[in-house]
């Protein structure tokens, strides 16, 4: 039995990128590449036969990351042989993330869903994943699970089981696994979150915060059995310092000077209580018996320290908040550099 992909009504803004794009599509599928030339052929062939017999309207972006080895090369052919791909290739290896938002901008999907190309993800769950967002209640995110994951256990499953409970835990965002690169978005609810660093990984827990219903479904992980992983254990550290970005665009974003405000009030109360017990050692109290002069007790100098860090918070938060006009005023700004776009001959012309 075939899979009809249910079409949602278009916003303003999708058929706005859709004019803009000359393209419309029901569904595009974004594959970030960096040096996979062992699986492109592969993975290919498997995803546009699962497309095709889910009956979809569908195009595939692949965004070749920098790859030093043949993948380039690769990935134009496919783009020459299928019209409904297109090859985006990066100046440089700009990252995972950067990479994705290149696709996303690049695609004219209603529904986006992120793949690995090195095979691990199953495009066979692709179908799956249009039925669960589009089924009863809607959602318009449906996270993949890798419940039976097939990576190592100490370098990679249990760093990662711990960082997803964290990440869960700080965002109140309850699914099991964020680094799960295999997702459906609906466009309209990741076209106004801003990717950089690590933070594709996040695109729940942003989407959340904008009010995106989500969902989680387990999903097939195959094991690597050709090329290299470019993820490690040190990853997990950088994961966790986005985590400190992400909790801080979720709750503070449009109000910095709160945060800032709220750490200088309690600098400001710590200076008033140091102070108070410099005071009651002046006259006596406080384990000084025969007091002690404010010129010569260091708490004075604490306490005035701490007033001055007060002074210096208010003043970080009405910097931040003049940056978040700033960053809102400019958010049209991609943090990626495209070299040229690939299509083939029957697709439409290649644009730079």
Known sequence: MTLMMHVPHKTARQESHA???????????????HNEE?????????????????????????VDDGSR??????????????????VIELRRNFGQTAAMAAGIEHSCGDVIIPIDADM?????????????????????????????????????????????????RVTNVPIHDFGCTLKAYRREVIEDVSLSSDLHRFLPALAAWHGAN??????????????????GLSRTIRVL????????????????????GRIGMMTFGAALLILGV????????????EGLNLNRN???????????????????????????????????RQIYRVREVYTSAAGGDASS
């Open 298 to 332: 260091i708490l004075v100098s604490l306490s005035a320290l701490l007033a001055f860090f007060t002074v210096q918070c208010v003043m970080f938060g009405l910097i931040a908040e003049l940056l978040v006009r700033v960053y809102q005023d400019g958010r049209g």
């Open 241 to 260: 310092l986005d985590l400190v970005i992400v909790k801080f665009l979720g709750t503070y974003m449009t109000k910095p000077l709160l945060f800032f």
């Open 69 to 86: 080895d043949t993948s380039l090369e690769k990935l134009k052919a496919i783009a020459e042989s299928d019209e409904r791909v297109i």
């Open 214 to 231: 989500i969902a989680e479904l387990v999903v097939n992980h195959r094991p690597r059995t050709r090329g290299v992983t470019k993820y």
């Open 38 to 62: 062992e699986n492109l052929d592969d993975l290919h062939a498997e995803l546009s036969g699962v497309l095709q017999a889910a009956e979809i309207d569908y195009e595939i972006i692949y």
């Open 120 to 168: 691990q993800n199953d495009p066979n769950d692709i179908p799956r994943l249009l039925e669960k967002l589009n089924g009863t209640p809607r959602y318009d995110i449906v996270s993949g699970w890798r419940k039976d994951r097939k990576d190592k256990m100490v370098t990679r499953r249990i760093p990662s089981q711990i960082a997803n409970a964290i990440i869960s």
């Open 278 to 289: 410099a005071v009651g050692q002046k006259y006596g109290y406080l384990g000084q018996p």
């Open 19 to 33: 004019r803009e794009t000359g393209r419309s599509r029901d569904l595009s599928v974004v594959a970030p590449v």
